[in-house]
């Protein structure tokens, strides 16, 4: 079940997700065959100019506290003001995920203590947020060639609205924390909740796993708190109902020093702000109603872009290409138009262009740490370089060898490169039969073998013929000739 | 009987539990009351209430169990204490605590059955979305001039959350404190 909070931070959006991962028990003699159940809960920052709840900007590397309202410093008197684009941006994510969007939504106070929340509560959605029920399908590449699409599914428990903390510095040194209310850090943050259990009885007793700061200790973290749970019920003991913070040196979660046992929230309604409304339709609109005054979900609906599942299995259909290629596609920003404009440019397949793409292009720009948008090869230098392959005029070694080179002196042309260096191929038939001839007498043991049946012998002697011509020799053409001679 | 029951509790059916109420301000007579205890949530009792009118004044008195102190565990205290951050330990703030609770038992009065609760009194008010631009911030000086404490632009608070010391701890260091 995935469990999605739309959290705005200072704004920030934040999706909870709840993630049963059923996986296989690592330690041999369990009679228990305890198994992991996930819940992640996600803070995703709202793409916004301002603000959940005041007009202050939302921005990276101010200077401390100088994107601040009076609000954001909760000075009595102040009051939240919500920001329009973020319930849109609730929507369209709920629209994403299939959730199921509430047409009235509450916001209620979450209280605790803490010198980064001035306030002394959070404002947030606890009991009837923006979107619940969704759906995510996903798919992963498995099997033994990792080329296997495998299609899972994760149910979205619910998105909600939330306001985030400011961030906090601790200097241990000086005993003292600094804080700046612009804004908490981080675009994106998991929070796990773990818990064991034998499948088909009751759910065990969870914990929330905080400090996890990338995708790759994700995983780690849930995998070490599973088997520590099930190490701990092995031993006859009990799994607290606690918060613990991973720690990424060391592999392991630890107890969390500042809770106290369960946390008593104290959740109450906000009482200035009333519910949320969005409409389904215009037809659905109050009359007399401000059109900057209503959420419309018809509309972010279809202004919704292609869904990455979407485009994936679009780019499968229309190109042939592999799945795994799609996601190569997809995953990297503008690799997708470069790929189809590229398409457009040359009369080559696409199966033959798309490794073109995924290997050498996006192969140079990781390499450099370059956005596609960076490359110094443009589709259509790419395309004349395949056209010029295509039609015989260069090897695919070759070919290579003059992308690096349109690489390095970014706005050399393939064909330009080709005569500057000579690297067309030697399709001249008397010069190859020379050069063959030349071979083939020098290598008389070879030739003995490959008369005698060895024919992958005849591979060597292409290779040395490659050699000569530093490899501009048409490859059919040799293995023609060479066969003609070795018979 | 001077008393006239105007709004019945649904409780008071099945009336379990009797007592002498003393009577309100307007008469110095006594009534008594039936009254039923419901089950014991947590800690507290919760009676269920009666509102009474007088029959010669016509004015309306609240009825509420006088069973006595609610036994308040010690433990909920330390919560309470420790979620409110405030110290109300003494004999004078659990009296405070407990007549605080006695107070709001009145709304057990009202008969909700039926009525969706009201969470705020906005709830008929259409919310006000504000457009996406940048209207306010850039005071951060105005705004750290309010704290004692600050470090380059920083406000300054003290490391982390300070646990509250146990409850033993906390009852020596307020030994000597003239609370």
Redesign the interface.
Known sequence: HLVMCLNQCINKARYKLIRVFKGPCHLEDDPMQLVGVVGLEIHAQINSKTKLFSGSQVRFSDPPNSLVSFFDGSLPGTLPVLNRRCVEAAVMTALALNCTINRKSLFDRKHYFYADLPAGYQITQQRRPIAVDGILTYSLLGGKKRNQVIRKTANITQIQLEQDSGKSLHDDVRSQTLIDLNRAEGQLRVDANVSVHTPGEPLGTRTEVKNINSTRYLARAIDYEIQRQIKVLQRGGKVQNETRAYDSKSGETIPMRDKEGLQDYRFMPEPNLPPLIVYEENASLPTGIDACQAVVVQQIREGLPELPGVKRDRLVQTYGILPEHSFTLVNEDGLVEYFEAVLKATKKEPRKVIGWVTNELLGHLKQQDMSVSQSPVSPPALAELLELQESGHISSSVAKQVFQEMWRSSGSTASKIIQEQDLGLVSDTAQLHSICQKVVDSHPDEVDAIRNGNKKVLNKLMGLVQKETKGRADPVLVREILQEKTS | MPWLVTEKHPAFVEPVDERRIPGGPHHSCSVSVQLRTTQPKGAFEVIECCVLVCSLCASPHMVVSATGPAQIPADLVD?LE??A?VDFRTKQGLGCLEKAIRFADQLHVVDTSGIEPM??????????????????????EE??Q?SKNT???????????I??PKREERAAILKHSEF
Request: hydrophobic share 45%; aromatic share 8%.
């Open positions: 919560k420790r979620l951050l969470d705020s009194v906005l709830e008929d008010r259409a919310l006000y979305l504000r457009s996406d631009a940048v209207t306010e911030g850039d005071c951060a705004l750290l309010l470090v380059e632009e920083y406000f300054v608070a003290p490391p982390g959350n646990p509250l």
